[in-house]
């Protein structure tokens, strides 16, 4: 009898460990971002990349249901982010729509391209110092609102440096977006280290490779420097879904 209980409870042991290891995290995910992130150029919302971000996300053996809503705005800077704006309101209601309330709550952020500008978008030029200011106080706010939230924060992408649209980028711009990457990096260790496992670097391979493949991944503009790139097309935006949602894994695989 003894030797019967004794099989019995290291079954149940053996399924709970088993159930516990194989347990799928379902993801509730908020993309926040500009122009690129909301698929301006893009035929359809399903093309954008939170979208094929998702899809990609959708197909991962080891995460259960992924969820989402794309916050993204064209011309937006991290200005108009800022709590206290209508535009962080819809982030935040955004967020508390998701009825999966056990899921694992995500902000994707990916915004600098308007912040980089030399003229046009709101507060720009938005130096690196003022950039990442702002990204903290929209962090903070979050992970103080949302105490079982995380954010990933995603490089920003290339543009070409001759772009210029209703708002002037030029090369000048394309530095000051660079300069905001190591920003991002120094902010995510300094959360690493003080508040851990809430805060994330993303992507950080997009950048690159936009710049390498802009003729075939991005749409050809007509601005008042000539043809500009600056925004996917569907294979780029398919590509940069795929950069983030490989990044959001990967979070999710070794911290959850």
Known sequence: ??????????????????????????????????????????????????ATAVAYLRQQKNLGTVEFSNQGHSGYTTLDFLPGTE?????????????DKDALLIFSMKLGTNDSAIQG???????????????????????????????????????????????KYLQEGLNRLQSYVPKIDSLVAGYTA????????????????????????????????????LHPNKQGAIVLGEFWGKAINKVVKKNF
Not at 87 to 99: L, W
Not at 140 to 164: E, M, R
């Open 87 to 99: 535009t962080f309101a819809r982030v935040e209601d955004a967020a508390g729509a998701f009825t």
């Open 121 to 167: 978008p709101h507060g720009a030029p938005v130096s690196a110092d003022d950039y990442i200011k702002n990204v903290k106080t929209i962090a903070d706010k979050l992970l103080a609102d949302f105490p079982k939230g995380i954010i990933v924060l995603q490089h920003p992408i290339w543009y070409s440096p001759n772009t210029q649209n209703g708002a």
């Open 1 to 50: 009898m003894k030797r019967s209980f004794l099989f019995v409870a290291l079954l149940l042991f053996i399924g709970l460990v088993s159930f516990a290891q194989n347990r799928k995290p379902n993801l509730n995910i908020v993309f926040i971002g500009n122009s690129i992130t909301q698929g301006v150029q893009l035929a359809t919302p399903a093309d954008a990349p939170p």
């Open 194 to 229: 003080n508040n851990p496992n809430r805060v994330f670097v993303g992507d950080k391979k997009a950048f690159k490779y936009f710049k390498k493949h802009h003729l075939t991944h991005l749409t050809p503009e007509n601005g008042k420097q000539g043809i500009f790139y």
